[in-house]
């Protein structure tokens, strides 16, 4: 989903992210614009910013991708502090991961590659770079005047491919792994 990083070669959480950027800047110069020429519905100063959370879903737990180390969760614990949760307005929510702003678009390759770094990873007969875990990118744009702000999320889902335990030939911890992979997967076509 992040492809290499080089070049031409993002994946499309950063294409994604990068394009929000640049959409957010060109509705800016225009509100810039048309405050210049006077319009009476262009008052106020345009404004946006944009967080982004990362969690994975490894084991049946949840884990905060971008926790600083002090507040990681280690994966021998044989439960994680973390749950989704639905607040008041009916809205799902995992209380207590961390949200980082992103205020440039080097930001966005610096938290991708920070959280991709702490993902669950293993090597198998079909993939010398497995995920053993799924991953949510959850964007929080928050854009508009001081008298009017919109708020909006875009999540971006990667989710581990299912695994035939056979032709991988895992064991121990990765045939755990994928018991789970195959199990949530098996569970989202439900």
Not at 69 to 81: C, I, Q, Y
Not at 94 to 106: A, G, K, M, Q, R
Not at 122 to 130: C, F, P, Q, V
Not at 164 to 178: P, T
Request: with cysteine; hydrophobic share 35%; glycine share 6%.
């Amino acid at each position: 989903m992040e492809g290499t990083g080089f070049g031409n070669h993002n994946g499309i959480s950063p294409r994604i992210i990068h394009k929000i950027f640049q959409l957010l800047h060109l509705k800016q110069q225009h509100f810039e614009s048309k405050q210049q020429q006077a319009h009476p519905q262009y008052k106020g100063k345009f404004n946006f910013s944009v967080k982004m959370r990362m969690l994975e879903i490894y084991n049946e737990e949840i884990v905060d991708l971008l926790a600083p180390p002090d507040r990681s969760l280690h994966r021998t614990r044989s439960k994680s502090t973390l749950e989704i949760r639905c607040d008041e307005d009916g809205d799902v929510t995992v209380p207590n991961l961390t949200e980082e702003v992103i205020s440039s678009v080097d930001d966005i390759a610096s938290l991708l590659q920070r959280g991709n770094a702490k993902r669950a990873t293993a090597s198998t007969n079909l993939n010398e770079y497995s995920s053993r875990s799924h991953m949510v990118l959850d964007v929080h744009v928050s854009s508009g005047t001081v008298s009017q702000m919109n708020d909006a999320h875009l999540y971006l889902v990667d989710l581990a491919g299912s695994e035939r335990v056979r032709k991988s030939a895992v064991v121990g911890k990765e045939l755990k792994e994928a018991q789970h992979i195959n199990k949530s997967l098996s569970a989202l076509g439900d």
